[in-house]
T-cell receptor, first 109, second 114 residues
Framework: GQNIDQPTEMTATEGAIVQINCTYQTSGFNGLFWYQQHAGEAPTFLSYNVLDGLEEKGRFSSFLSRSKGYSYLLLKELQMKDSASYLCAVRDSNYQLIWGAGTKLIIKP | IAGITQAPTSQILAAGRRMTLRCTQDMRHNAMYWYRQDLGLGLRLIHYSNTAGTTGKGEVPDGYSVSRANTDDFPLTLASAVPSQTSVYFC?????????????FGPGTRLTVL
């Protein structure tokens, strides 16, 4: 079966750095996405990786290792507004997105 | 530009009733999707459409139907609602020819079936 694993919940301090990991086992790979979802709202796109390596976008970076079936989202200089769930999704061989259950990130002052 | 709109925002429905959730996008995206999101689970694909006039089944299609008469609209119908269909429903769209084919989501419909 297809599987995306992420930690259920993480806590970090305002101003710090946090890394959210995602491991996947899917039938095929056609890209990995990270989305942010605030409580009661829709998911919003953060980043996309299809090749190995690091993609940087301001305070957010995403890393991919296809050989290890592994990605992480790195959030720097954490702000209170970063409190949200972070969803990892992999596009499989059928070109459908397979979603992880999400990681709830709690930021403390 | 509104992006994607969904209606209603929320609904309480008696079991056995028929319900249509509406989704409209103004981005001229060719692909549209319906997901449900339940606590502790990832988003699960119900149905999708890669272009107007075509639809396909996702991971959890039973009890749901869709149509895609034009590019902008993609309604989801529950023919006879059951309590297990209580969920938050998200519509999304993407441009299949747009490189990354990133999906963009509507604000969601919170549905409760009693």
């Amino acid at each position: 079966g297809q599987n995306i694993d992420q930690p259920t919940e993480m806590t970090a301090t305002e101003g710090a750095i946090v890394q959210i990991n995602c491991t996947y086992q899917t039938s095929g790979f056609n890209g990995l996405f990270w989305y942010q979802q605030h409580a009661g709202e829709a998911p919003t796109f953060l980043s996309y990786n299809v090749l190995d390596g690091l993609e940087e976008k301001g305070r957010f970076s995403s890393f991919l290792s296809r050989s290890k079936g592994y990605s992480y989202l790195l959030l720097k200089e954490l702000q209170m507004k970063d409190s949200a769930s972070y969803l990892c999704a992999v596009r499989d061989s059928n070109y459908q997105l397979i979603w992880g259950a999400g990681t709830k990130l709690i930021i403390k002052p | 530009i509104a992006g994607i709109t969904q209606a209603p925002t929320s609904q309480i429905l008696a079991a056995g009733r028929r319900m249509t959730l509406r989704c409209t996008q103004d981005m001229r995206h060719n692909a549209m999707y319906w997901y449900r999101q339940d606590l502790g689970l990832g988003l699960r694909l119900i149905h999708y459409s890669n272009t107007a006039g075509t639809t396909g089944k996702g991971e959890v299609p039973d009890g749901y139907s869709v149509s895609r008469a034009n590019t902008d609209d993609f309604p989801l119908t529950l023919a006879s609602a059951v309590p297990s269909q209580t969920s938050v429903y998200f519509c999304a769209s993407s441009d299949l020819a747009g490189g990354t084919d990133t999906q963009y989501f509507g604000p969601g419909t919170r549905l409760t079936v009693l």
